[in-house]
């Protein structure tokens, strides 16, 4: 099962971005994340990459992210993820929002604070955790024991009080069922990262 641009919207840590056009073509699937510093990316995707562009390298005017938005439509891109912010690109004019729309490719913003090692690891881990899964579920108990509790976390963004009124608990037990879910991890692996697997097991096995 492929990560699809509509996927990363829901992954652990980022949150923060925003589909912003384009949500006609929100299932197309995601091969890699591709950080385009140059103007033009063309000689330098394969087709299927989310595109980032992020302005520090070079400057990025509307016009250039228009024909960003129109090379990808050629080069068959996933999505186009602008970062936006005061030192480099602005803001996201309303007319590349519309020519995402018209062109349908998935366009994003991402902030400047979301740092971008952040953004294409998590990225990355998802995309090769679903290629060599097969759909095959990753530790299928947990995952068929602790689907409520996930898809909690997803919607609340890890606020154990607003997980426990949506999943009809006491915040306590919230608490307690995510400690049990890697209490009994084997030594050297870390809780953090087997829950964040979990949780991206959780999102591409979801029907």
Request: overall charge negative.
């Amino acid at each position: 099962m492929p990560l699809r641009c509509r996927d990363m919207l829901r992954l652990p840590g980022l949150e923060a971005i925003r589909l912003r056009g384009g949500s006609a073509a929100a299932d197309n699937a995601v091969r890699w994340p591709y950080v385009a510093e140059n103007r033009s990316f063309k000689v330098w995707v394969k087709g299927g990459e989310l595109v980032f562009v992020t302005g520090i390298s070079r400057h990025r005017s509307p016009q250039n992210l228009a024909e960003c938005l129109y090379e990808g439509k050629e080069c068959n891109i996933s999505g186009l993820v602008v970062l936006t912010g005061d030192a480099y690109i602005g803001q996201l004019p309303n007319t590349l929002c519309r020519l995402a729309d018209e062109l349908s490719i998935p366009l994003f913003e991402q902030p400047y604070s979301l740092p971008m090692i952040e953004v294409t690891e998590t990225i990355g881990r998802a995309i090769v955790w679903s290629e060599h899964t097969d759909g095959q579920a990753l530790e299928a108990a947990t995952l068929a024991g602790s689907a409520d509790l996930l898809e909690a976390w997803i919607d609340c963004r890890g606020n154990q009080s607003a997980m426990a009124d949506t999943i009809g608990c006491h915040r306590n037990t919230v608490r307690n069922r995510m400690n049990q879910m890697t209490e009994s991890l084997p030594k050297g692996i870390d809780p953090a990262e087997h829950f964040k697997t979990l949780l991206l097991a959780h999102l591409l096995l979801k029907p």
